[in-house]
Structure formats: structure tokens, C-alpha cells
């Protein structure tokens, strides 16, 4: 007898006991061999208390049951074949198949009863094919190790598992796919290694699992080489890649970034459309040299980021460093346009006893956040946001239902958030915004870009924020404080250091020192304020400062200024005279109460108003400041007058003049003479009673003239005066 009939014999006495044929691993092939054709046989045509369970057995020959139903037990532990086993179309008891070494497995349609187990060591040098299987327990692939034909190593599209997917440790050279795959329970990743460059190492997409997908760290990190698809997929628990490391040179068609631009996009995980109930932690260093990809996903709890690093560092390198080139391809590191996150977005770090951020998100390449939605707060205290002379965060229409702190944040490129919408408070204190996005002509971009935003609480940039590019909140609405205070705005070529034009806000501190001068222009047109907090460093700005149209009610400076500092600051940054700025000056001083600095405002507007006009201007508007203080010192013109009055009654008081007429007998009275020559109009029987000659003639007529003069700028005063009331 053959050593193989020997074996053969052993297996079929095992088998109709139900018990285990064991054979020595290190013994020969030939001593330990069994047909794969009899093992077939023997499970078409055993007894209810048979059991095929080899030990150690090299199976030679096809063990094929296609579209067999087998009552029996099937346990392989340590077993080898020749030939990949064929299970299409068959329905099993149960599998288990650990320790096996096998060439490939033909599965497709196969049904199993209970858990099919392809673990502790399990070995395939070619495809494992579970396409459209079904299993109604846990399919275990723990430890095993998947060698694929050169594209797939599993595939296992549409299985349908009633308990989880265990394939903590799997190893696989080639594509796993999971496309369409319905797990009852949850699918456990975590220790796997999956190995495909260049293409999909984990082909996820539509995916839908009741419990949660776990491909995380557990078992020694989650690893792969190559895109992980999970698009369309969806997740009754949470989605854990904490501590995963993903790479992948899989580059994607590019697409056009707004407002100009092409994304490069080397996706190593594309999440799009993906449905979440619980959280999704890509976070505690997990890592991905290409793009992360989550664009209209809707995660039901947080979004977890903090300890990430995402993107390739050598992607976001710009040009725009060293040669001022614009960029015109965009590397991108996160794509999250249009995600609903229904709790917080979290990516900060954590203050160390130094006092520094350590442990929060970093991305080499812009990170997209366009029509993005969170329903709670956002917070990216701290994180790293390398993308040089690009938006390294793009986020138009951003909605966030709490805080958006992005406290301590350090970003090389542009914040753009235009028409965002931030529930409580924007929180940018101590943020550090350099290499901003130039345009076309070599200019900067703002660092930060919150235009048409609309903050219900309030919008924070101090205690050391600094934007190389300038900010610009044009038209943006904050319910209660933006404060600028000892912020650093604008730097080499830039424009504008301070956009608000049209801001709406209760209170608006623009508290700078004087060496914390705005580089570039500030522009404060059309702002609205209750309350406005300054300081010497505003008014310095080297772009000067455009507040025509600039509203508000109170204003105050720490230290304190007078009246006298704020219309010199005024004339610095007003080379051409507008009224508007003195008006509204002029009333807050009126409203506190303050009606004398009031006037000194007025005074300068006069002043400034007529010094503009040419020689006859200046010389009317002369008249008028000296005369009559423009209207707004009246008693000036009294005092004059009564100078002027003084005078000429000295004078006629030692010059009595004859009689004009010798039929009328007026009555000398030298003061009544000067005052009815002085007041214009009005007769008090003295002039033209006299004949004046020499000197008196000549002093006769200046007093005239100057009651006239005396006269019409009093008049122009008390119109002005009228007016104002």
C-alpha cells in the first residue's frame, strides 16, 4: 500500500467519525498527500455525523464543489494545495480554512452558513475570488497573507456578511475589493498592510456597514500602499483611520480650482459622498502623502484631525518663494467641499508646558472646506497649513454653528473664507499668515479673505496676529467686537493692509502702537461702528487711511488723544479735503456732550474747505475764521465790532465834523456817528448828517466797509448756524 492510499485511509476513517486527520507538516508531501477529488466524494456522500477535518494535509489533484451543498463541517488547519479549492456557487456548513497555503480560491456565489475563516497564517499566491458570496456568520481573514495575481488579491465585491469582516493583520500584495460588500457588524482593518502602488490597494466604494469600520492602529497601524476608496460608502458606527498611514501615487484627472487654477490631486483616500452615523478620526498620527478626499460626506458625530499630517511636502513647494511666480497648479491635501459634519471639527493641539501647540494638523497643500457645513464648532488652534502662495484654505460658504478658532494657526498662503457664516465667535488671536497668493500682476492676495462673512459674536485678530497679505472683511457682518488690537497687517507687496469696507460691527478696535504700523493702505469706508478703539499706529499706515462714510458713535484711543491729535491724524491721511470725516467727529463729540471740541472739528473742516479753493476763497475763508470763527464763534463779529466802534468814536471824539446841511440841526454825538457807520442798514440819525473830509473821510469809509464785511460774514455764520439746527 502507497503512502497516499495510507493517508487516503486515515482521512476517510476520520471523516466518518467526525474527528481530525492529523499529519506531520514536516513530514513528505507523498507520506501526508490526499486528492482533492476524494474529498469532494467524500462530502457529497457522508453520513449526518461525518466531518472533513484535515490537519497538516497537502491536498493534490482539484478539490472542487461548484455548486455542491455540503452538510458537513470543513476544516482545513495548516493544510496545502496544489490547485485553487472551487467553491463557486456552493452553500457550506461552514469553512475554515487556517494556516492553509493555497495557490488562489475561486468563491464566487459561495454560501456559507456560519463564519468562513481564512485566517491565523492563511496564504493565497493568488486571487481570493468572494465575489457575490454570502456569509451568514464573521468572515475572518486575520493574519492572513494575500498574494495576488498582479491586480487583485481579494475580491469580494457584493459579499454579504451577516456578522463582521476580522482581518486584523491581513496582509495583501494587490487590490482588496470590497465594492458594494453589506456587513452586518464591523469591519476591522486594523494592522492590515495593504499593498498595490500606482493603483487602489482598498476598493470600498458603496460599501455599507452596520457596525464600524475600523483601520486604525490596533494590531501595529493600518498601512497602504496605494488609494483606499471608500466613495458613496455607508457606516453605521464611526470610520477610524487613527494612526493609519496611507500613500498613494495615484494621480487624478485635474480639475479647475476657482478662481483660477488647476488641483492636483494624488488621492490616497477618496471618501466621497460617504455617510457616517458616528465620528470619523482620521487623527493620532495618521498620516497620507496624498489627498484626503471627503467631498459631501455627512458624518453624524466629529470629525477628528488633530495629530494628522496630510499631502505631499514636496507638492506644496512654491515657486512664489524664491521667484515670485504665481501658482497655477494647486496641490491639494483635503478636499471636504460640501461635508456635513453634525458635530465638531476637531484638528487642534494641545498646549504644552512651553506653551506651545504640539500634536495638531498639518497639511502640506491646500485644504478645501467650500460650501462646507458644522454644526458645531471648528476648531484648528494650532494647526500647520503649508501652502505658499496658494489658498491653503479654501473655504467660501463655510457654515460653522459655534467658534471657528483658528487660534495659534500657522499657514504659509491665504485664508479664504468669503460669505462664510460662524454662529459664535472667528478666534484668529496669535494667528501667523505668511507667502500669501499673488495674482496675476505680482501682488499679494489677503492672508486672510473673509469678505461677505457674517460673524454673530465676535471676529478676534490680535494678541500677536500677524497677516503678511493684509485682511480683507469687506461687507462682512460681526455682531459684537472685531478687534485688530497690536495686530501686524499687510507687508512687501501688498496694497491694502486693512480691507473693511462696508463692515457692519458693534464694536471695532483698530488699538495699534506706533511700531505696529499698517504696511499698505487701510480702508474704513462705509464701516459702520457703535464704538471705535484706535491708536497712533492706524493713523500711520503707509497706504494712509480712507474713512469717507466711516460711521460711529463714540471714539476713544488707550492712550488717551485730544481733539487737537485726531484732526492732525486726519489731515495726514487726507491729503484732499472731505467734509464727511470732520462731520462725523464733530457729532460724536456733540453727542457726548462735548460741544466745544465739537466746534475746534468744525473750525478745521472750514479751514481745510476754503485753504483748497483759490485766492478769493482762501481770503473770504480768511475773513470768515477770524471774523465770525466760520459761523461757529459768533461773538468774534461782536468783538470786533465793538473794537471797531471803540475806535471810530475815539477818533470823532476829537474830530467834531460841520454840518452837511444848514437847514438841519443835528446833534454831534461822536458815538452814535460810529455806530450808525458800522451797522449796515439801520439809521440812528447820524450818517449822512456830515460832511467828512481828510482823514475823517477815509475812516468814515472803512468803518462803513467794515460793517458790511462784519455784516455778511455774520450772516453767512448765522445761516450756518440755523442750518445746524
Known amino acids: 500500500m502507497t503512502a497516499e492510499q495510507t493517508a487516503e485511509d486515515a482521512v476517510r476513517a476520520a471523516f466518518a467519525a467526525g474527528s481530525t486527520a492529523r499529519f506531520d507538516p514536516g513530514s513528505p508531501a507523498p507520506e501526508r498527500s490526499v486528492r482533492g477529488e476524494l474529498l469532494s466524494a467524500l462530502l457529497a456522500a457522508g453520513g449526518p455525523t461525518s466531518a472533513l477535518r484535515l490537519a497538516g494535509a497537502h491536498v493534490t489533484g482539484s478539490f472542487a464543489l461548484e455548486g455542491a451543498r455540503v452538510e458537513h463541517v470543513v476544516d482545513f488547519l495548516g493544510c496545502t494545495f496544489e490547485q485553487p479549492p472551487d467553491l463557486r456557487m456552493a452553500r ?75 482581518a486584523i493583520g491581513l496582509r495583501a500584495d494587490g487590490e482588496v475589493r470590497l465594492r458594494g460588500a453589506n456587513v452586518g457588524g464591523n469591519v476591522h482593518l486594523g494592522g492590515a498592510h495593504l499593498l498595490n502602488p500606482g493603483r487602489n490597494a482598498l476598493d470600498a466604494t458603496g460599501v455599507a456597514v452596520a457596525g464600524t469600520l475600523f483601520c486604525g492602529a490596533e494590531g501595529g497601524g493600518f498601512t497602504a500602499e496605494g488609494r483606499v476608496l471608500l466613495d458613496g460608502a455607508r457606516v453605521g458606527g464611526s470610520v477610524v483611520f487613527s494612526g493609519a498611514r496611507l500613500h498613494a501615487s495615484v494621480v487624478d484627472r485635474p480639475v479647475l480650482v476657482l478662481p483660477r487654477g488647476t488641483a492636483d490631486e494624488a488621492a490616497a483616500l477618496v471618501a466621497d459622498r460617504l455617510r457616517v452615523e458616528g465620528n470619523v478620526e482620521l487623527d493620532d498620527g495618521f498620516t497620507s502623502s496624498g489627498t484626503v478626499r471627503l467631498p459631501n460626506a455627512d458624518i453624524g458625530g466629529y470629525l477628528r484631525l488633530s495629530g494628522a499630517e496630510i499631502g505631499r511636502r514636496d507638492a506644496a513647494r512654491d515657486p ?11 496641490p491639494v491635501a483635503l478636499h471636504a467641499d460640501g461635508i456635513q459634519v453634525r458635530g465638531d471639527l476637531e484638528a487642534r493641539g494641545a498646549v504644552n508646558g512651553a506653551g506651545e ?42 457654515r460653522v454653528g459655534g467658534t471657528l478658532f483658528l487660534r495659534d494657526l500657522r499657514a504659509r498662503g491665504s485664508l479664504r473664507l468669503q460669505n462664510a457664516e460662524i454662529g459664535s465667535t472667528l478666534d484668529c488671536s496669535g494667528a501667523s499668515l505668511l507667502a500669501p497668493r499673488r495674482r496675476p500682476d505680482g501682488t499679494v492676495k489677503p492672508s486672510l479673505d473673509a469678505r461677505v462673512a457674517n460673524v454673530g459674536k465676535d471676529l478676534l485678530c490680535s494678541h500677536g496676529f500677524t497677516a503678511a497679505g493684509g485682511v480683507r472683511i469687506r461687507l462682512a457682518e460681526v455682531g459684537k467686537m472685531a478687534t485688530f488690537a497690536g495686530a501686524r497687517l499687510g507687508g512687501p507687496g501688498g496694497e491694502i493692509a486693512l480691507n473693511a469696507y462696508g463692515l457692519t460691527v458693534s464694536q471695532l478696535v483698530l488699538r495699534l502702537s506706533e511700531d505696529q504700523v499698517p504696511v499698505g493702505r487701510v480702508v474704513l469706508t462705509r464701516a459702520a461702528a457703535t464704538t471705535v478703539v484706535d491708536g497712533p499706529g492706524l493713523w500711520a499706515a503707509t497706504g494712509g487711511v480712507d474713512v469717507e462714510d466711516f460711521t460711529f458713535r463714540s471714539i476713544t484711543s488707550t492712550p488717551h488723544v485730544d481733539v487737537r491729535t485726531r ?22 463729540y456733540r453727542d457726548g456732550g462735548e ?42 463779529a461782536i ?20 454840518k452837511l446841511n444848514d437847514d438841519e440841526s443835528p446833534s454831534w454825538n461822536a458815538w452814535l456817528l460810529a455806530m450808525d457807520l458800522l451797522i449796515p442798514i439801520v439809521d440812528l440819525g447820524q450818517d449822512g448828517k456830515w460832511r ?9 469809509s472803512g468803518l462803513i466797509a467794515v460793517g458790511w464785511i462784519l455784516a455778511s460774514t455774520a450772516a453767512a455764520g448765522a445761516a450756518r448756524v440755523l442750518k445746524r439746527v
Open 567 to 588: 484732526l492732525r491724524w486726519l489731515r495726514e491721511v487726507q491729503p484732499d479735503f472731505a467734509p464727511g470725516p470732520y462731520e462725523q467727529l464733530a457729532a460724536v
Open 595 to 636: 460741544e466745544e471740541l465739537a466746534q475746534l472739528v468744525q473750525l478745521e473742516k472750514q479751514h481745510r474747505r476754503y485753504s483748497e479753493l483759490g485766492v478769493a476763497g482762501r481770503v473770504w475763508g480768511s475773513l470768515q475764521r477770524w471774523t465770525v470763527g466760520y459761523g461757529y464763534r459768533p461773538w468774534l
Open 320 to 330: 512664489a518663494d524664491d521667484t515670485g511666480e504665481v501658482v497655477q497648479r494647486i
Open 92 to 166: 457550506l456548513v461552514g469553512l475554515r480554512m487556517r494556516g492553509c497555503a493555497v495557490p488562489g480560491l475561486w468563491g464566487r456565489n459561495l454560501r456559507v452558513d456560519s463564519d468562513l475563516a481564512l485566517e491565523a497564517g492563511f496564504t493565497s499566491d493568488g486571487a481570493v475570488d468572494l465575489t457575490d458570496a454570502s456569509v451568514e456568520g464573521t468572515f475572518r481573514l486575520a493574519g492572513a497573507v494575500l498574494r495576488g495575481d498582479g491586480d487583485h488579491a481579494l475580491l469580494a465585491a457584493r459579499v454579504r456578511l451577516s456578522g463582521s469582516l476580522q
Open 692 to 700: 467828512f473830509s481828510g482823514a475823517s473821510q477815509w475812516i468814515s
Open 357 to 398: 501647540r504640539e500634536g495638531a494638523f498639518t497639511a502640506h497643500g491646500q485644504v478645501r472646506l467650500v460650501d462646507a457645513h458644522v454644526r458645531g464648532s471648528a476648531s484648528l488652534s494650532g494647526v500647520r497649513l503649508h501652502g505658499p502662495g496658494i489658498d491653503v484654505l479654501f473655504a467660501d460658504r463655510l
Open 639 to 658: 468783538a470786533w465790532l465793538t473794537a471797531f466802534w471803540l475806535a471810530g468814536s475815539a477818533w470823532f471824539l476829537g474830530h467834531e465834523m460841520p
